[in-house]
């Protein structure tokens, strides 16, 4: 049935364009934080697949471009601190997909970065060392003993 809607939809958007645009890949939704287009209506002109603002379509490069408002993504998680130990940054980001994309220009709004202390210190350079393991053997021989710090 829903292959049925689908088709009857794509025939009605082909019917309802007077002037022909350019033929896309139409696809009923898309997904923000992805970007990617999901449930594939067919091949219809930009201008009756954009009749719905949910709807999105592939671009010539691949990409799936939304046919709504400009509409930003979720953040992404943060980045691992740029050092291991001591003072660096980190970053998350986000994406921006609709017509209209130009209004999501500002670059404050698409990369917050923060500085942060890497985890395997206490900020003022390596910790002290921990005690030494036990020897890997117990009687004779080589063995070895280790120890580390954080």
């Keep these: 049935m829903m292959e049925t809607q689908r088709f009857l939809l794509v025939w009605a958007l082909v ?3 007077g002037e022909r645009s ?9 997904d923000l934080n992805t970007g990617e287009c999901d449930s594939e209506i067919g091949d219809v002109n930009e201008d009756d697949c954009c009749q719905n603002p949910n709807y999105g379509y592939q671009t010539a490069d691949g990409a799936c471009q939304s046919c709504g408002p400009p509409t930003w993504s979720s953040w992404s998680s943060w980045s691992l ?3 291991l130990c001591g003072e660096g940054v980190r970053q998350k ?4 997909y609709g017509i209209g994309q130009s209004e999501c220009e500002n670059p404050i709004d698409k990369l917050h970065v923060e500085p ?9 350079g ?6 030494w393991t036990p020897c890997s053997v117990t009687c004779g021989g ?9």
């Design 15 to 17: 019917l309802v364009s």
């Design 116 to 124: 942060c202390i890497g985890t395997c210190c206490n900020g003022e």
């Design 22 to 30: 350019e033929s896309v890949r139409c696809f009923a939704s898309i």
């Design 93 to 96: 980001s986000r994406k921006c």
């Design 81 to 83: 601190c740029t050092t």
């Design 126 to 131: 390596w910790d002290s060392w921990l005690p």
């Design 142 to 150: 080589q063995g070895v003993r280790k120890r580390q710090r954080v």
